[in-house]
């Protein structure tokens, strides 16, 4: 890039480049070299923003597991609502599909990432935690309304239905069947559950 050209949202122009790196090569591949070329940029723009590589990594986590977060906080407050496996499905496949495989990819590479977002978004945020507590959170709020059994583990089911999740992310998880797998294996664990409460 020519000097003195402003470069618009460097920083998530960045992020965008890391995912193409990954989604394309995987995670080994990953330099700041591979993404500032990815990113059509010079090599500078990415130290000029981040510490070091770490550092960039670590905004990239934090940045897209906040953003997971986002998307899956407003879960709990559909209980009552459409259907079980509906609701989780849409909040699951909120966040782009392309996103949440890298991220996934990423983290499970580099492990120690989990810690560092943890000590900026705080226990229990990092990667998909945040999305599996909000569908306990949902799940238990389903419960309460009777269209969950009494007896049911709403934590254990969360862990499945984010377990499913993780999985497909990882073999494949921006393919044109992913949601689709997501979404009939959503209904299945949570299938024979009632679309409206028991009166």
Do not use: C, K, W
């Amino acid at each position: 890039m020519p000097r003195g050209v402003a470069t618009p949202e460097p920083r998530q122009q960045l992020f965008a480049a890391l995912e193409r790196v990954i989604a394309r090569d995987g995670p080994s591949r990953l330099t700041g070299r591979a993404v500032t070329r990815e990113a059509g940029v010079a090599t500078g723009l990415l130290y000029a923003h981040f510490a070091n590589f770490d550092d960039f990594l670590v905004g990239y986590a934090v940045d897209r597991t906040f953003q997971i977060s986002s998307e899956a906080a407003g879960l709990p407050e559909r209980a009552g609502t459409g259907t079980v496996a509906g609701n989780i499905s849409e909040a699951l496949l909120a966040t782009p599909s392309g996103t949440l495989q890298v991220l996934t990819r990423l983290m499970a590479y580099r492990p120690e990432l989990a810690a560092n977002v943890e000590a900026v978004l705080g226990a229990g945020s990092a990667g998909l935690q945040t999305l599996q507590r909000a569908t306990a959170d949902y799940l238990a709020a389903e419960q309460q309304l009777g269209r969950v059994p009494a007896g049911a583990d709403t934590g254990a089911l969360a862990l499945a239905v984010v377990g499913v999740l993780h999985y497909v992310a990882l073999t494949g998880g921006a393919s044109p069947t992913a949601d689709t797998r997501i979404r009939r294996t959503v209904t299945a664990l949570t299938d024979g559950l009632p679309a409206v409460a028991p009166s």
